[in-house]
């Protein structure tokens, strides 16, 4: 019995398309009655594999073993059968519903019976055993972010699981709701479940799990016991060596103050900060790097500057333009800020979603940018197509045509060739790229950095968001990092190290916060 | 084995002819099944079904004049449906925009002809625009789900032209149709009509005049969809409403803008068949082809051009039905019992311009996938 482990996963491997392997040949057990963090940078390939064993994919190859027993798990019905409850980021249940009412969804009961009473007894003895605050009766719209957790969690409980899956859980608590589940998780572990965290925060890893395995680029690095491991210790694996990219980095001549952001905060719709007190200046010629893990604020900031986000009062964000006039940017919309004349380009993380038209040919995605140039009521066309044609053979664009085929169907290279090609087309003076080499080969990455230079040298203050410090390090002539919505840090990307970011990206300044 | 597979895209000569044999399919299931019902002569039917529309010149004003009304709606609903904003309340905007018309008619018919005509499309356009802006405003605000939005306007719009017509046409107590300036003994007599601008008289021929207005209404939403920057953005609002922010469009005033567009035209096609064709308004006037509209323009992937097309298949097959049954001495529903037929197999040749369909006879290998 001892001796069993909760889950084993044999040499599992899974690859989406032909390039792209989230997993490479990984193996890791799980212990009965412990808590294991499951710690990489993004798309390290974590939640791939919590999803292999949630049912949502099915591994190319490999085994997985559950309590010493080869299992398939082939959906995630298949999972909870197996005792596996997995919480996912996003939570999935039925607004309109009572907290035992979404408990009890899909399950298969009695023929036509919702025993109603026995349900809330069930729920409630749960609660007690674990220490939740639960009221089954409470609608879901009415919960807070962390009681529709709560739900989550006591959901897959109910269904007897033994084994949690927790992906990113605190990502969206306070730290006072965070030391909760952490205490509910002690208490389930009491119990004999086991646990999966998945977190990036190493002080919430060294704080409650009992061992660390890490993952980098799909493939496992290693585990340690969590007595023995130090924030740098665990950095050290999670980020690896430095590697050379030899990326080009000429200094420019003057660097002028562009945009000036002074205790910027916002908060998202429920009210939760997602930027907080965030200040720093971006110098026309020079191309600031922000690192953090996903979900920090890079977003948030992002669509502020540009007009986006609604900010919370005392917040500034000032543009000075190269003439030396200055303005604010706060209240304005984005046609506010292209008709104020700045010329402000937005390469957003979202391709699809936010900067492109899936379903539009290249010309008419240009059109975005330049529609509005022409005078009268009809939309400019050849402008756009010049520029199309332009940006084509200019970034080399591989597409059968400019004006008939859906962007959708070109590479992810070449839709981001066309989109950064069209926002630096404008001259612009504050160029803002967020994750542009996401997905991209090592060729088109190095013309897109490339190009993100020119704009440097060309005076233009450019805004990199970035994931790989890497790059970041040797892309940009300063790094901020942003950890919880908070500027933990400004750097020199010049002297800096990896092991620095890192330590920044995962310094979460709780008393702040509190 | 039937394997079934998302096409990546389609030819336009493919879809086309995927439609046209939709058509062709659907009108020879029309005679087998008239056929067998009746016996008669497929010839026969197939003679009763385009005499339906062409038989006499009557008729082919007939067909033409509600192909253009139905044309007019459809066209009206293509800003919001390439918005992806599903108007279903084309119906209360329409009837809407005839209450504008036949207000001035009914009040204001001392007015010479010309600018009375003008005023009274005018009237209409805004009556229907202000329908169609109000769903447009609760959308932009609040976020209110148009399709339900647009659908219970229907209704309000319905019993407001009840109420006004009973009174205004003198029927009160009485389950006739009154026509409004409709004796000849007035001075009102005719005033307010299309016809008696051009003829001094109601013939056949005053469909010309609108048959030659909706195709330029057709025309012109054309245009503005495809030219203009409002058109632009439009479509970019309809595929992905972040992207739009992004670019700077202000989302909500496209929103209320195209949909006060929409409603207008609607209202127009409303002013259309208040004054080229009944002469009066009912809640029969939209006669639920706010709703056929729908369908027309969905089918047409809110291409105006298309839209007059598969209007006149519509209204050709509705016709169609009506002259056979009473040729055969069917019923009424008959007719609807085809142009159901037609619109099965066009709606359901939508999945063959989606999927591929391909049938192998074993597959190689293993297991499959």
């Known amino acids: 019995m001892a001796q069993t482990n909760a889950i084993e996963l044999r040499h599992i491997t899974k690859r989406f398309g032909q390039k792209v392997i989230a997993n490479d040949d990984i193996s890791l057990d799980l212990h009965k009655g412990e808590i294991l963090a499951l710690l990489g940078e993004n798309g390290s390939g974590k939640t791939t594999l919590m999803n292999m064993l949630g049912g949502i994919y099915f591994p190319d190859e490999g085994q997985i073993f559950i309590d010493g027993e080869e299992v398939t798990i082939r959906s995630p019905k298949d999972s909870f059968r197996y005792g596996i409850g997995m919480i996912h980021q996003h939570f999935k249940l039925v607004d309109v519903f009572t907290a035992a009412e979404n408990i009890v969804l899909g399950l298969e009961g009695e023929k036509g019976k919702l025993d109603k009473s026995s349900i809330r007894k069930t729920v409630r003895e749960i609660a007690e055993r674990y220490g939740f605050e639960i009221d089954p009766d409470q609608k879901v719209y009415d919960m807070s972010v962390s009681q529709k957790q709560t739900v989550e969690i006591v959901k897959v409980l109910y269904r007897g699981a033994n084994v949690l899956i927790l992906d990113e859980p605190t990502a969206v608590l306070t730290p006072q709701e965070t030391d909760k589940l952490f205490a509910v998780m002690r208490n389930m572990k009491k119990d004999g479940k086991a646990i999966i965290i998945i977190t990036h925060k190493l002080h919430e890893v060294l704080d409650v799990s009992d061992r660390v395995a890490v993952l980098r680029k799909g493939k496992y690095i290693g585990d340690v016991e969590t007595a023995t491991a130090t924030q740098q210790s665990l950095t050290d694996m999670m980020v690896g060596r430095a590697v050379s990219l030899n990326i080009d980095r000429p200094k420019a001549e003057k660097c002028v103050e562009r945009l000036v952001v002074n205790n910027l905060t916002v908060r998202d719709k429920e009210g939760v900060k997602k930027l907080d007190n965030v200040s720093f200046a971006a110098m026309g010629g020079e191309i600031l790097g922000i690192a953090g893990v996903a979900g920090s604020g890079q977003k948030e900031l992002l669509e502020a500057i540009a007009g986006l986000q609604p900010e919370e009062p005392g917040s500034e964000i000032r543009y000075i333009s190269p003439e030396g006039n200055e303005m604010s940017l706060i209240g304005m919309d984005p046609l506010d800020i292209i008709n104020a004349g700045i010329l402000l380009s937005f390469v957003p993380e979202d391709r699809f979603g936010a900067g492109l038209v899936g379903s539009m040919p290249i010309v008419d995605n240009i059109k975005l940018r330049t529609y509005r140039d022409h005078k009268g009521i009809l939309a400019d066309r050849a402008k756009a197509q010049a520029l199309a044609d332009r940006i084509v053979l200019d970034l080399e664009v591989v597409t059968p045509n400019t004006n008939v085929i859906p962007i959708r169907r070109l590479s992810g290279g070449n839709v981001q060739k066309v989109l950064v090609g069209r926002e630096i087309s404008s001259s612009p003076t504050v160029l803002m790229t967020a994750y542009a080499v996401r997905g991209l080969d090592i060729n088109t990455s190095y013309m897109i950095y490339n190009l993100l230079t020119e704009q440097k040298m060309k005076g233009a203050a450019v805004i990199y968001v970035g994931e790989d410090l890497d790059v970041l390090l040797e892309l940009c002539d300063r790094i901020m990092v942003l950890c919880g919505g908070q500027v933990s840090g400004i750097v020199d990307a010049a002297t800096a190290t990896k092991e620095e970011i890192g330590l920044l990206m995962t310094q979460f300044r709780r008393e702040d916060k509190a | ?369």
């Open chain 2, 1 to 369: 084995m039937i394997r079934i597979t998302k096409r990546d895209g389609i030819s336009s000569l493919l879809s086309v002819a995927i439609r046209v044999l939709a058509v062709i399919a659907a009108l020879i299931l029309c005679l087998v099944i008239t056929f067998l019902f009746t016996g008669r002569d497929p010839l026969r039917v197939i003679t009763e079904m385009v005499g339906g529309s062409f038989g006499t010149t009557k008729r082919m004003w007939e067909f033409l004049q509600r192909t253009m009304i139905l044309s007019c709606i459809a066209v009206g609903l293509a800003p919001a449906f390439k918005m992806h904003f599903w108007n279903i309340g084309a119906e209360g905007q329409m009837l809407m925009g005839g209450l504008g018309a036949l207000i001035l008619m009914k009040f204001c018919w001392t007015i010479p002809s010309l600018p009375l005509l003008i005023l009274m499309a005018l009237l209409a356009i805004v009556f229907g625009a202000i329908w169609g802006m109000i769903p447009g405003f609760f959308k932009a605000k609040w976020n209110a789900n148009e399709t339900l939005f647009t659908l219970m306007m229907n209704y309000i719009a319905i019993q407001i032209v009840l109420y006004f017509c009973t009174i205004w046409e003198g029927t009160v107590g009485t389950v006739k149709i009154g026509i409004v300036n409709g004796k000849a003994e007035e001075a009102a007599y005719h005033k307010g009509w299309i016809g008696e601008l051009f003829t001094g008289n109601f013939n056949d021929k005053d469909y010309m005049w609108l048959v030659l207005i909706v195709l330029v209404v057709v025309v012109a939403m054309w245009a503005y969809l495809r030219y203009t920057k409002q058109g632009y953005e439009i479509s970019v609002v309809g595929d992905s409403v972040n992207t739009a922010k992004y670019a700077g469009i202000r989302v909500n005033k496209v929103y209320v803008r195209s949909m006060a567009i929409s409603g207008g035209v609607c209202g127009f096609a409303g002013f259309l068949a208040v004054s080229a064709v009944s002469r009066t308004l009912t809640e029969s006037t939209a006669d639920g082809r706010g709703f056929t509209a729908i369908i027309i323009a969905w089918l047409a992937h809110t291409n105006p051009y298309l839209m007059v097309i598969f209007a006149a298949l519509y209204t050709f097959m509705e016709l169609a039905g009506k002259q056979m049954a009473s040729a055969f001495q069917l019923n009424d529903y008959y007719s609807k019992i085809l142009t159901g037929i037609v619109l099965f197999f066009v709606l359901g040749c939508e999945f063959f311009t989606n999927y591929k369909v391909r049938f192998s006879k074993k597959h190689k290998g293993g297991a499959a996938k």
